[in-house]
């Protein structure tokens, strides 16, 4: 492949198709699946990754915001999106865009009822999200007669579904805890299907839940980063493929003398003869300054060049003493051979926060083959 010449997010759909049928061969040929594409699909291409996902199969989408489900209506996408934190605000242009709501709390049971009934819908559908221990979002186990008080006898809104999050699903030491979400989220189902007469449809798992959890997958299943080709263990991980490469180049070497320093508040001192490269990717194309000072690499030529000094703004510094490279030389910051799960664990985070803090300067490339 050409020299990428300039920071570059490689976007591969075929590691998206694949990471969707093994996530797919995990759970059985009834149970349904959400493509979670929230954040611009976890800081890839949220449109591109939405199409793909449509036109592999995928029954449901879901997006955190509404002005997320909006961009992909506009877009053309058809299948249905679930919003999992509307605001009331955006209630109208939700219904307007056909998009389907979270309920999570009473407050936004009631805002929602209201505008649906200006709007006279019928039958708009609706998802009833229950907290069951991770005490985020969501309407508590004794909120079920609330809720049926406050949908009776109406016909603007339809409850389609619901939905419990775990909280440690990726944490075996937290088993115990996660079981125990389940069967809370199995009872209220019960008592719910009971006093509606009818049985929504139920969804409580997450990739990790996908995979520790099999059991739990109910009626349809959730997943957002194991479609991204990230699994939260490395026996997953090496199932999976990445989809987003993050490349950038070598602007400029530097031969470096002993004592000499490199960078802002010169953070960095050589302690002998070095070489640096200048690569054009810094702190607000979503390297933050945590990398700095030896904690991240980069990748060079199949070998690990470690961040010196203080990340900057549009650059970092990295050390390549001893690692044959030239200016124009092309650079993977993370990818299918150089995980983003580890260069966020160097900087003792997650996958979830280097994927989606990629900027929006960096150039998103579609590889389709
Ligand atoms: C983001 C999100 C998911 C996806 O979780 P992954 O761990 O990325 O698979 C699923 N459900 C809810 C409610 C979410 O907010």
């Not at 990629?358 to 083959?369: A, G």
Request: hydrophobic share 40%; aromatic share 8%.
């Amino acid at each position: 492949m050409a020299n990428i010449g300039e920071t570059t997010l490689e976007i591969d759909l075929s590691a998206l198709e694949h990471n969707y049928r093994y996530l797919k061969s995990k759970i059985s040929d009834s149970t349904k699946f959400l493509g979670v594409v929230k954040a611009f699909a976890y800081g890839s291409d949220m449109v591109a990754v939405a199409k793909k996902l449509e036109s592999l199969g995928t029954d449901y989408l879901a997006v955190a915001y509404v002005k997320e489900g909006v961009l992909l209506r506009e877009s053309g996408i058809k299948t249905p999106i679930l919003v999992l934190h509307p605001q009331p605000m955006n209630f109208e242009l939700l219904i307007y865009y056909h998009l389907e709501p979270s309920m999570y709390s009473p407050r936004i049971l009631k805002r929602f009822l209201e505008t649906a009934e200006r709007l006279q819908t019928t039958d708009y559908p609706v998802h009833i999200k229950f907290n069951t221990g991770l005490n985020r979002l969501g309407f508590w186990e004794n909120d079920v007669e609330y809720i049926m008080q406050h949908l009776e006898g109406k016909t603007a809104i339809k409850i389609v579904s619901i939905f419990s999050h775990l909280a440690a699903s990726e944490d075996s030491k937290e088993k115990a805890f996660s079981l125990n979400q389940i069967e809370c989220f199995t009872k209220i189902a019960k008592s719910l299907d009971q006093l509606l007469g009818y049985k929504p449809f139920r969804h409580m798992l997450n990739t990790s839940g996908i995979l520790n959890y099999p059991e739990a997958q109910f009626e349809m299943v959730r997943s957002g980063i194991g479609l991204y080709g990230y699994g939260n263990s490395a026996a997953i991980d090496a199932q999976l493929k990445p989809v987003a490469n993050l490349k950038t180049v070598v602007s400029q070497l530097h031969k470096i003398e002993p004592n000499e320093s490199v960078g802002y508040n010169r953070a960095f001192t050589s302690d002998g003869y070095k070489t640096t490269a200048t690569l054009p990717i810094g702190h607000a194309d979503g390297i933050g300054r945590q990398y700095g000072n030896m904690k991240g690499s980069v990748s060079i030529n199949g070998k690990p060049a470690p961040i010196i000094g203080n990340v900057c703004m549009d650059m970092i510094m990295v050390d390549v003493t001893g690692i044959e490279c030239k200016e124009g030389d092309e650079v993977l910051v993370f990818g299918a051979s150089s995980s983003a799960e580890q260069f966020a664990a160097s900087a003792k985070t997650i996958s979830y926060e280097i994927l989606t803090a990629i900027s929006s300067r960096v150039k998103r490339v579609l590889i389709d083959p």
